[in-house]
C-alpha cells in the first residue's frame, strides 16, 4: 500500500486529468498492461466502476484505472481482477477537441496516485461483478453459440468452427451502437460460402505475398558470407496458396473481417493477416504480422 506511480505525474497526464486527489472505491477486473510514453511507462487494469467516497457519486461503466512509472517492472500494484481497492486517484478533464475526446470510456476513467487498501467491501460494486460474471450469448443455426467474452469486448463461438477440412476460431466486435445480431447474418453467409471464400483467401495471399516469401527463403539459404549453400527451391503461388492453413476470422462493423493464416515456417512463424469486406466481396491487403 502507499503512493504509487511517479513522483511527479507527467505533463501528457497532467494535462488530462484535475489535480484534485479524491478517495474512490474501485473494482478491478483482468491484469495489467501498458505503453510506453514520451520516456515513461502508462500502466492501467480494466475497472468496472467506481464510488467517489466523499460525494457517494457511483460509475457503473468500464473503463481502465491509469498510473505512470518510469520502469514497466517496478511495480506490480494492482493484483488480478475482481478485488475492491481503495484509492487516491484524479478524474479525468474535459478535453477541448472532437466530441469523441470526451466519449463515456475516458470520462469513466481515474488516474490512481495511492492504494490505501484492497479487499474492501461494497454492495455496488459487488453487484457489478456479479452482473459482469454472468454469460451474455447469442444462439445462430449456422455458428452455434457465441458468448461475449467481456475482457475483449467480443463474441466468439463455443466451439471452432470446421473449416475445408481444418478447424478456426471465429470471432463478432459489434462497435458498441450496433447489436451482435446485425452483424449474425454476413458472419453466417461468410461461413456457408466457406469454400469460395478459402479459395479466393488463398489465391489472393499468396498473389500479395509470394515474392516475399521466395525474399525470406533466401535469407534463410545463404550463409552470412553470401556463399549459396544449396539451390533455393522457389516457392509458386500454387505452393504458397496450399501451404497456409486458416487459424482465424474476426468480423467488424460494416462487414470488415480479418482473417488469419498460420504460414508453414515461409516468414519464421509469423501469421499471415487478410483484410477484407463482405459486403463488397473485396479483399484489400495481405501482409505479416506477429
Not at 510506453?36 to 467506481?50: A, F, H, P, T, V
Not at 445462430?140 to 469486448?153: A, Q, T, Y
Not at 463455443?158 to 451502437?177: A, M, T
Request: charged share 30%.
Amino acid at each position: 500500500m502507499g503512493r504509487i506511480g511517479m513522483e511527479n505525474v507527467p505533463e501528457s497526464i497532467d494535462g488530462r486529468f484535475h489535480s484534485e486527489e479524491k478517495e474512490f472505491l474501485v473494482m478491478t477486473i483482468g491484469g495489467t498492461s501498458g505503453s510506453k510514453c514520451d520516456g515513461y511507462w502508462n500502466k492501467s487494469i480494466d475497472i468496472l466502476g467506481y464510488v467517489e467516497i466523499e460525494s457517494g457519486r457511483t460509475s457503473n461503466i468500464k473503463s481502465s484505472l491509469n498510473w505512470s512509472v518510469e520502469d514497466y517492472k517496478s511495480d506490480n500494484n494492482f493484483k488480478n481482477g475482481g478485488i475492491i481497492y481503495r484509492i487516491k486517484g484524479r478524474l479525468p478533464k474535459l478535453l477541448d477537441g472532437e466530441p469523441w475526446i470526451n466519449n463515456e470510456y475516458r470520462m469513466s476513467g481515474l488516474y490512481a496516485t495511492e492504494i490505501i487498501s484492497e479487499n474492501e467491501k461494497n454492495d455496488f460494486l459487488e453487484n457489478l461483478l456479479t452482473e459482469y460474471r454472468k454469460e451474455v450469448s447469442v444462439n445462430s443455426e449456422v455458428l452455434g453459440k457465441l458468448i461475449l467474452n467481456k475482457e475483449l469486448d467480443w463474441y466468439e463461438t463455443e466451439n471452432n468452427l470446421e473449416w475445408c477440412g481444418e478447424y478456426v476460431e471465429f470471432s463478432i466486435s459489434p462497435d458498441g451502437e450496433n447489436d451482435i445480431n446485425e452483424f449474425l447474418p454476413l458472419a453466417e453467409e461468410f461461413y456457408k460460402n466457406r469454400q469460395e471464400w478459402d479459395k479466393k483467401l488463398r489465391e489472393f495471399s499468396a498473389s500479395q505475398l509470394t515474392e516475399l516469401a521466395n525474399d525470406w527463403l533466401e535469407d534463410e539459404y545463404y550463409e552470412e558470407d553470401d556463399e549459396e549453400t544449396e539451390p533455393v527451391p522457389e516457392i509458386t503461388e500454387k505452393d504458397f496458396a496450399n501451404r497456409i492453413s486458416i487459424s482465424g476470422i474476426s468480423f467488424y462493423t460494416d462487414g470488415n473481417f480479418e482473417v488469419f493464416y498460420d504460414d508453414d515456417d515461409m516468414f519464421w512463424g509469423h501469421s499471415i493477416l487478410i483484410d477484407g469486406n463482405i459486403k463488397t466481396g473485396k479483399l484489400e491487403s495481405s501482409h505479416i504480422a506477429g
